[in-house]
């Protein structure tokens, strides 16, 4: 699992952690060779799933009981869905629900995960998923440095269509189309408990299915591209992976930089070096 998975499950039990890393693997062989227009449907059909089981808690309950067997819980489910959802989705579904939860809870957001995945594989098979991964990113920030629009968007009681009002403001229709449904699914379906961290999560969601890992970059000034391009390389060969950089500015840190790689925090800032020198003659 890398850095950027364990910060998405990190809500999960173990017995649960270790479930949802098989359906996310029996998600990607029946996806293998889908369309972007296939993606996005089992997207919206894995969400329809996920709506149903959140209503009918009886039915939820039955299909997460670990006391059953799991082939009466995976027939159980076929009866249910293979003639309501494309085989992909019922193959999934089928899969998630013979597997142990540590909770019923866990089986629908597990689903609903996946079903983001799904929209990020659409995204990729369109050659758009830098651009989405950028732009959640960008959002996540947006969204953490205004408490009241974070506590809006985050709000079980706020009117729907108003929050998605706001995110439609926020987005100005620029964004990618992927983006747009990511962020309208995890205000009305949170994956953390706060909704910046969520698109943060997603970000890293993004850069996983690429196989590199995501460096927070703070910087006193603005760097070129082609500066970039060099820390990604630096970073890519102390890590030995490939690693997408995300570039704030911070006047505050006077020079330098400050670099997050999951818990990993390399700060090389001028403010960071004062700071040190400060506690050494405190």
């Known amino acids: 699992m890398t850095a950027a998975t364990a910060g998405v499950v990190a809500d999960f039990r173990a017995t649960s952690r270790e479930s949802l890393q098989g359906v996310?693997?029996?998600?990607?062989?029946?996806?293998?060779?889908?369309?972007?227009?296939?993606?996005?449907?089992?997207?919206?059909?894995?969400?329809?799933?996920?709506d149903l089981l959140d209503r009918e808690?009886?039915?939820?309950?039955?299909?997460?009981?670990?006391?059953?067997?799991?082939?009466a819980r995976e027939g159980l489910a076929g009866r249910i869905f293979d003639n309501q959802v494309g085989r992909p989705v019922a193959d999934v579904v089928k899969g998630a629900v013979a597997a142990s939860w540590s909770?019923?809870?866990?089986?629908?957001?597990?689903?609903r995960l996946v079903a983001r995945e799904s929209l990020l594989a659409a995204a990729e098979?369109?050659?758009?998923?830098?651009?989405?991964?950028?732009?959640?990113?960008?959002?996540?920030?947006?969204?953490?440095?205004?408490?009241?629009?974070?506590?809006l968007l985050g709000s079980p009681t706020a009117d729907p269509a108003g929050k998605q009002k706001v995110l439609d403001d926020l987005l100005e229709n620029k964004a990618e189309p992927i983006t747009r449904r990511l962020a309208a699914q995890l205000v009305a379906h949170p994956?953390?408990?706060h909704v910046s961290t969520g698109l943060e999560r997603l970000a890293e969601l993004a850069a996983d299915r690429r196989q590199r890992s995501v460096a927070t970059v703070r910087s006193a000034v603005e760097l070129s591209a082609e500066q970039q391009?060099?820390?990604?390389?630096?970073?890519?060969?102390?890590?030995?992976?490939?690693?997408?950089v995300h570039l704030e500015v911070d006047p505050e840190l006077l020079g330098g930089l400050v670099i997050q790689v999951g818990d990993e925090v390399i700060d090389g800032s001028a403010a960071g070096h004062l700071d040190d020198l400060g506690r050494r003659l405190g």
Request: net charge negative; proline share 3%; aromatic share 4%.
């Open 24 to 50: 996310r693997r029996r998600f990607d062989e029946v996806t293998r060779d889908a369309s972007s227009g296939d993606l996005v449907t089992t997207a919206e059909q894995l969400d329809a799933v996920s």
């Open 57 to 71: 808690a009886v039915l939820r309950r039955t299909l997460a009981d670990s006391s059953t067997a799991p082939d």
């Open 103 to 111: 909770n019923p809870a866990d089986l629908v957001a597990a689903l």
């Open 125 to 151: 098979a369109d050659g758009r998923l830098d651009a989405v991964e950028d732009e959640l990113f960008r959002l996540g920030r947006i969204v953490g440095a205004a408490p009241d629009l974070e506590r």
């Open 191 to 193: 994956l953390a408990h």
């Open 229 to 244: 391009e060099r820390l990604a390389g630096v970073l890519a060969r102390i890590y030995g992976r490939e690693i997408t």
